[in-house]
Protein backbone atom coordinates (compact mmCIF):
# COMPACT_ATOMS: atom_id res chain seq x y z
CA UNK A 1 0.00 0.00 0.00
CA UNK A 2 1.29 3.49 -1.07
CA UNK A 3 2.56 5.84 1.85
CA UNK A 4 1.29 9.56 0.59
CA UNK A 5 3.18 12.70 1.73
CA UNK A 6 1.82 14.49 4.62
CA UNK A 7 0.71 17.61 2.16
CA UNK A 8 -0.69 14.68 -0.01
CA UNK A 9 -3.04 13.72 3.68
CA UNK A 10 -3.76 17.63 4.22
CA UNK A 11 -5.48 17.32 0.82
CA UNK A 12 -7.30 14.31 1.52
CA UNK A 13 -8.03 15.71 4.78
CA UNK A 14 -9.76 18.54 2.84
CA UNK A 15 -12.12 17.00 0.25
CA UNK A 16 -13.39 14.80 3.10
CA UNK A 17 -14.34 17.33 5.77
CA UNK A 18 -16.87 18.49 2.77
CA UNK A 19 -18.93 15.47 3.67
CA UNK A 20 -20.44 14.43 6.88
CA UNK A 21 -17.99 11.77 8.79
CA UNK A 22 -20.02 8.71 7.98
CA UNK A 23 -20.00 9.50 3.98
CA UNK A 24 -16.31 10.07 3.30
CA UNK A 25 -16.16 7.75 0.88
CA UNK A 26 -17.81 10.28 -1.16
CA UNK A 27 -14.07 12.08 -1.03
CA UNK A 28 -13.22 9.48 -3.64
CA UNK A 29 -12.96 10.81 -6.72
CA UNK A 30 -11.39 14.36 -5.45
CA UNK A 31 -8.27 11.78 -3.87
CA UNK A 32 -7.79 10.15 -6.82
CA UNK A 33 -7.59 13.33 -8.99
CA UNK A 34 -5.14 14.36 -6.26
CA UNK A 35 -3.05 11.54 -6.70
CA UNK A 36 -2.92 12.08 -10.59
CA UNK A 37 -2.16 15.93 -10.18
CA UNK A 38 0.46 14.87 -7.93
CA UNK A 39 1.69 11.25 -9.64
CA UNK A 40 0.67 11.92 -13.38
CA UNK A 41 -1.26 8.34 -12.97
CA UNK A 42 -3.39 6.51 -10.47
CA UNK A 43 -1.54 3.11 -9.39
CA UNK A 44 -2.80 0.10 -7.58
CA UNK A 45 -0.58 1.35 -5.20
CA UNK A 46 -2.66 4.68 -4.92
CA UNK A 47 -5.66 2.86 -5.14
CA UNK A 48 -5.36 0.73 -1.91
CA UNK A 49 -4.19 3.72 0.08
CA UNK A 50 -7.10 5.90 -0.79
CA UNK A 51 -9.15 2.82 0.06
CA UNK A 52 -7.60 2.67 3.32
CA UNK A 53 -7.74 6.18 4.00
CA UNK A 54 -11.27 6.63 3.61
CA UNK A 55 -12.12 3.05 4.91
CA UNK A 56 -13.32 1.33 1.91
CA UNK A 57 -12.85 -1.94 -0.06
CA UNK A 58 -10.07 -1.43 -2.69
CA UNK A 59 -11.99 -2.98 -5.56
CA UNK A 60 -14.50 -0.11 -4.78
CA UNK A 61 -11.74 2.42 -5.32
CA UNK A 62 -11.00 0.43 -8.05
CA UNK A 63 -14.33 0.32 -9.82
CA UNK A 64 -14.17 4.59 -9.84
CA UNK A 65 -10.57 4.33 -10.99
CA UNK A 66 -11.61 2.39 -13.86
CA UNK A 67 -15.44 3.65 -14.73
CA UNK A 68 -13.79 7.38 -15.22
CA UNK A 69 -11.98 7.86 -18.43
CA UNK A 70 -9.70 11.33 -16.48
CA UNK A 71 -7.85 8.91 -14.19
CA UNK A 72 -5.29 7.64 -15.90
CA UNK A 73 -4.10 4.17 -14.67
CA UNK A 74 -0.69 4.12 -16.56
CA UNK A 75 1.70 6.85 -17.41
CA UNK A 76 1.06 9.37 -20.30
CA UNK A 77 2.03 11.43 -22.53
CA UNK A 78 2.52 15.09 -21.64
CA UNK A 79 -0.47 15.59 -23.70
CA UNK A 80 -3.39 13.25 -22.96
CA UNK A 81 -5.78 13.19 -26.50
CA UNK A 82 -9.19 11.53 -26.06
CA UNK A 83 -11.24 11.71 -28.87
CA UNK A 84 -14.89 10.94 -28.56
CA UNK A 85 -15.86 7.48 -30.79
CA UNK A 86 -18.96 7.09 -29.54
CA UNK A 87 -21.89 6.35 -32.03
CA UNK A 88 -22.96 10.05 -32.37
CA UNK A 89 -19.06 10.81 -33.15
CA UNK A 90 -18.50 7.94 -35.01
CA UNK A 91 -21.31 9.19 -37.67
CA UNK A 92 -19.67 12.43 -37.56
CA UNK A 93 -16.33 10.59 -38.17
CA UNK A 94 -15.24 10.39 -34.29
CA UNK A 95 -13.94 7.15 -35.05
CA UNK A 96 -11.90 8.28 -38.56
CA UNK A 97 -10.44 11.38 -36.32
CA UNK A 98 -8.71 8.77 -33.65
CA UNK A 99 -7.13 6.96 -36.78
CA UNK A 100 -5.91 10.12 -38.43
CA UNK A 101 -4.35 10.91 -35.14
CA UNK A 102 -2.79 7.49 -34.20
CA UNK A 103 -1.50 7.31 -37.92
CA UNK A 104 0.12 11.00 -37.97
CA UNK A 105 1.84 9.90 -34.55
CA UNK A 106 2.60 6.25 -35.21
CA UNK A 107 0.52 4.93 -32.00
CA UNK A 108 -2.46 2.37 -31.85
CA UNK A 109 -5.28 3.63 -29.52
CA UNK A 110 -4.45 4.06 -25.85
CA UNK A 111 -0.81 4.23 -26.99
CA UNK A 112 1.92 7.00 -26.11
CA UNK A 113 4.79 7.98 -28.54
CA UNK A 114 8.10 6.93 -28.37
CA UNK A 115 9.52 10.45 -26.75
CA UNK A 116 6.56 10.36 -24.33
CA UNK A 117 4.64 13.83 -25.88
CA UNK A 118 1.54 11.75 -26.78
CA UNK A 119 -0.77 9.56 -25.39
CA UNK A 120 -3.81 8.76 -27.74
CA UNK A 121 -7.00 7.33 -26.51
CA UNK A 122 -11.10 6.89 -27.73
CA UNK A 123 -13.03 8.51 -25.36
CA UNK A 124 -16.79 7.97 -24.26
CA UNK A 125 -19.12 10.72 -24.57
CA UNK A 126 -17.67 13.99 -24.22
CA UNK A 127 -21.24 15.64 -24.45
CA UNK A 128 -20.48 17.82 -28.14
CA UNK A 129 -22.01 15.52 -30.32
CA UNK A 130 -23.22 18.79 -32.50
CA UNK A 131 -19.57 19.47 -32.65
CA UNK A 132 -18.26 16.40 -33.71
CA UNK A 133 -15.41 15.09 -34.17
CA UNK A 134 -14.71 16.57 -30.57
CA UNK A 135 -11.61 15.54 -28.46
CA UNK A 136 -10.20 16.81 -24.95
CA UNK A 137 -6.81 17.88 -24.33
CA UNK A 138 -5.64 16.75 -20.83
CA UNK A 139 -8.77 16.26 -19.45
CA UNK A 140 -9.57 20.28 -19.59
CA UNK A 141 -9.62 21.49 -23.28
CA UNK A 142 -12.43 20.83 -25.31
CA UNK A 143 -11.76 20.83 -29.28
CA UNK A 144 -14.87 20.86 -31.72
CA UNK A 145 -15.21 20.11 -35.60
CA UNK A 146 -12.02 18.18 -35.39
CA UNK A 147 -10.85 18.06 -39.30
CA UNK A 148 -7.91 16.32 -40.45
CA UNK A 149 -6.53 19.95 -40.71
CA UNK A 150 -7.47 20.93 -37.49
CA UNK A 151 -5.86 18.12 -35.81
CA UNK A 152 -2.84 18.40 -38.14
CA UNK A 153 -2.58 22.03 -36.31
CA UNK A 154 -3.07 20.87 -33.23
CA UNK A 155 -0.52 18.27 -33.30
CA UNK A 156 2.11 20.94 -34.55
CA UNK A 157 1.06 23.14 -31.71
CA UNK A 158 1.44 21.13 -29.15
CA UNK A 159 4.54 19.33 -30.11
CA UNK A 160 5.80 22.51 -30.48
CA UNK A 161 4.96 23.65 -27.07
CA UNK A 162 6.22 20.06 -25.48
CA UNK A 163 8.28 20.36 -22.50
CA UNK A 164 12.15 19.68 -23.45
CA UNK A 165 13.86 16.25 -22.47
CA UNK A 166 10.36 14.53 -21.79
CA UNK A 167 10.83 11.10 -19.98
CA UNK A 168 9.38 8.37 -22.31
CA UNK A 169 6.13 7.44 -21.29
CA UNK A 170 5.42 3.89 -20.24
CA UNK A 171 1.67 4.12 -21.42
Do not use: W
Not at 26 to 47: F, W
Not at 58 to 83: C, D, R, S
Not at 89 to 100: E, M, P
Not at 138 to 145: C, G, I, K, V, Y
Request: with cysteine; charged share 20%.
Amino acid sequence: MMQFKISTLARFAKEVAKYPVDQKVSAVMACLSIVQQEQGHVSPEAEDGIAAYLGMAPIAVHEVTTFYNMYNQQPTGQFKLNICTNLPCQLRDGDKALAHVCKKLGVEPYGSTADGVFTVQPSECLGACADAPVMLVNDRQMLSFMTNERLDELLELLKSNAAPNREKSHA
